[in-house]
């Protein structure tokens, strides 16, 4: 019987350790790939919401009446989101207790306080005090959800100490976050999973999926002998024994309490439909988890459903006379020229010729880095640039940043359109810029040895690209110095303090 239990505890931990590597390993490649880190492979660039399943449920509100996600969440948020509710529907919040990468932290911090208090590890807070902090989670769930709904923001990223936990590999900083995940550690010592019992507004909304889940822990009351060992293995001090079947809101389907773990009397609390009939072992439950989610990622990713980048489609404004058009505010640095026509009806050549770029798949973030060398410092030509360009074109009001600029090419193109007629617009023309020749984002035609070749000079880059354009190593490495192939321009320029824009004209005038 020992050696079996062995094996158990140890498939929950493999369980739990491989999604909590998958975490770490998906944000640290997406980390070092955006501090221009050149890999053999692509990595996946996923932020944390882009694999949190929460993320879904929050945006479940925007998503029916809008159409669109709240921003900062991912088409794979909604992926997660469906198999958690399926999970759930069968298994019980089997996610919160196998799966989820922050509920696995706080148990490891816990075996500390279990080392250092032993029985009493668990039991400090009074079960009249344990019973109304336990209804703060659907406060929180309420007030994520609500506020979520109206902002479409992720109002809760800025105290989410899951977020504050593994932000801390992307060098991202929440003071709210940072100081909530420090008291969680610290009460970690003494509770078990402080913030699964006590505010975790995901695990409030699984938890409700225990009152009618198929697959139910239950109790066989004819061969328990009472010994209280279910309670005392279960990390949310639910009253197992006291029941014929366990649907409490806070059971996080561990399954730490059935006769595979704790219960030293077999088949006396099971996992299954009913007690004698359909019964799933604690090894199923968690190969099941692991295998539904994993299945269901593969094929949300066959099916083109599996995108961990944004949706590319700005929130749609919700009141007024422009109630339901895309907001020019939400136009995001990651976005295409092609992603934000696909909201609002402006021409491609309109702003093609208006920020001079022949390609509708440059992205507006790389706007701000092409024109740093040629604007007044403190000033800005980027993707509030366009924001503004938009609003101008189409009408639809939007307050520009005091540091944005307009490309005279633009103020030429809303001219010859007649978008001309904004109060502000003599201000827009007044301050506008030129881009010197040769600066241009349209791809360059390169010279090589055999062929004339179509090349986009961009912030990525490397030296191995230039040279597969027909440029000379030699010529390179006497503006950078010695290089290898796999260095990005913009990296080695600025480490070397050289402004990339000054770099990349005298590369283009090889």
């Known amino acids: 019987m020992k050696t079996l239990n062995r094996k158990r505890i140890r498939i929950r931990t493999i369980v739990q350790l491989v999604f909590f590597v998958w975490v770490v390993v998906v944000i640290s490649l997406g980390a070092a790939a955006e501090r221009g880190v050149v890999f053999p492979f692509t990595p996946s660039t996923a932020s944390l919401h882009a694999i949190c399943p929460f993320g879904g449920v929050v945006s479940a509100w925007n998503l029916i009446t ?31 207790g196998w799966v989820c990468p922050f509920g696995t932290f706080q148990e490891w911090v816990g075996r ?37 709904s109206v902002s479409a923001t992720l109002v809760f990223q800025a105290y989410d100490p899951y977020y504050a936990l593994f932000s801390f590999l992307r060098s991202e900083f929440s003071l709210g976050g940072t100081i909530i995940l420090g008291v969680v550690v610290l009460l970690s010592l003494f509770v078990e999973r402080p913030f699964c019992k006590y505010a975790c507004p995901y695990g409030a909304f699984l938890g409700l999926f225990n009152k009618f889940r198929i697959f139910k822990i239950r109790r066989n009351k004819s061969t328990c002998i009472s010994c209280s060992k279910c309670n005392r293995a279960c990390p949310m001090n639910i009253d197992v ?13 561990c399954m730490e309490c059935t006769s595979d773990r704790a219960c030293p009397v077999p088949k006396t609390v099971v996992t299954g439909l009913k007690l004698d009939k359909v019964v799933v072992s604690t090894n199923k439950v968690g190969l099941l988890t692991a295998g539904i989610l994993v299945a269901g990622i593969l094929l949300s990713v066959a099916l083109g459903l599996w995108n961990t980048s944004s949706s590319k ?46 390609s509708l798949d440059e992205r507006l973030g790389d706007l701000e880095t092409l024109w740093a060398s040629v604007i007044p410092e403190g000033m800005e030509v980027g993707t509030d640039s366009i924001r503004l360009f938009v609003s101008l074109y189409t009408g639809i009001p939007y307050e520009a940043e005091e540091t944005t600029l307009l490309p005279k090419s633009a103020i030429d193109v809303l001219i010859s359109e007649g978008r001309n007629t904004d ?23 390169v010279q090589s040895k055999e062929q004339t070749t179509a090349f986009a000079f961009t912030g990525k880059t490397t030296l191995g690209e230039l040279l597969d354009a027909g440029y000379a190593q030699e010529d390179i490495e006497a503006i950078l110095g010695p290089m290898k192939k796999t260095d990005a321009i913009k ?11 000054d770099v990349k004209a005298k590369i283009l005038e090889l």
């Open 491 to 501: 990296t080695i320029a600025e480490g070397q303090g050289l402004n990339f824009s």
């Open 313 to 358: 489609q700005p929130a749609l404004i919700k009141s007024g006379d422009f109630a339901g058009l895309a907001n020019p505010a939400d136009i995001r640095g990651s976005y295409t020229y092609r992603d934000v026509l696909k909201s609002f009806t402006i021409p491609e050549t309109v702003i093609l010729q208006a920020f001079q770029s022949s």
């Open 241 to 253: 024994q006291g029941g014929e079947a366990v649907t409490s809101l806070q059971c996080i389907s």
């Open 112 to 148: 500390i306080g279990k080392k250092i208090f032993k029985r009493r590890y668990n039991t400090f807070v009074p079960q009249k005090i344990d019973r109304w902090l336990r209804l703060l989670r659907y406060v929180v769930l309420v007030w994520v959800v609500v506020m979520t």
């Open 423 to 445: 109060p502000n617009f003599e201000r827009y023309t007044r301050d506008a810029v030129s881009l010197p020749a040769g600066l241009a984002t349209q791809p360059v035609p």
């Open 66 to 96: 809008e159409g669109t996600l709240v921003r900062k969440i991912h088409d794979s948020s909604v992926v997660l989101a469906v198999l958690g509710i399926l999970l759930a529907i069968l298994f019980g919040p089997v996610i919160c």
